[in-house]
Nanobody
Framework: QVQVVESGGGLVQSGGSLRLSCMTS???????MGWYRQAPGQQREFVAR???????DYADSVKGRFTISKENGLNTVYLQMNSLKPEDAAVYYC??????????????WGQGTQVTVSS
């Protein structure tokens, strides 16, 4: 069965660090993995993305502080978050993107992991 599971969230002080992990199973033809976040009362926003060949992209708000990386292809992806700010507090979601030539693109989402940053 398809699984997308995030872990690593928690409570940290401003300026601290966390590393989020996303592990997938049961998904073939992974093309990219991404991290998104959603704070209360706000829309879900893009944070970072990495492709199957290692290209990365970041939201301006996290550039220089967050790093996305992968191992075992795209089956395991990390988000290293440094210099955390209270505005980084949100539920962080892992997004798995699958592409096949005959079916096109499919998206899979994890349940999210809570990141809380105290001021």
């Amino acid at each position: 069965q398809v699984q997308v599971v995030e872990s690593g969230g928690g409570l940290v002080q401003s300026g601290g660090s966390l590393r989020l992990s996303c592990m997938t199973s049961g998904i073939l033809n992974l093309s990219a993995m991404g991290w998104y976040r959603q704070a209360p009362g706000q829309q879900r926003e893009f944070v970072a993305r990495i492709t199957n060949i290692g290209h990365t992209d970041y939201a301006d708000s996290v550039k220089g502080r967050f790093t996305i990386s992968k191992e075992n292809g795209l089956n395991t992806v990390y988000l290293q978050m440094n210099s955390l700010k209270p505005e980084d507090a949100a539920v962080y979601y892992c997004n798995a993107v699958r592409y096949t030539s005959w079916a096109g693109k499919s998206d899979y989402w994890g349940q999210g992991t809570q990141v809380t940053v105290s001021s």
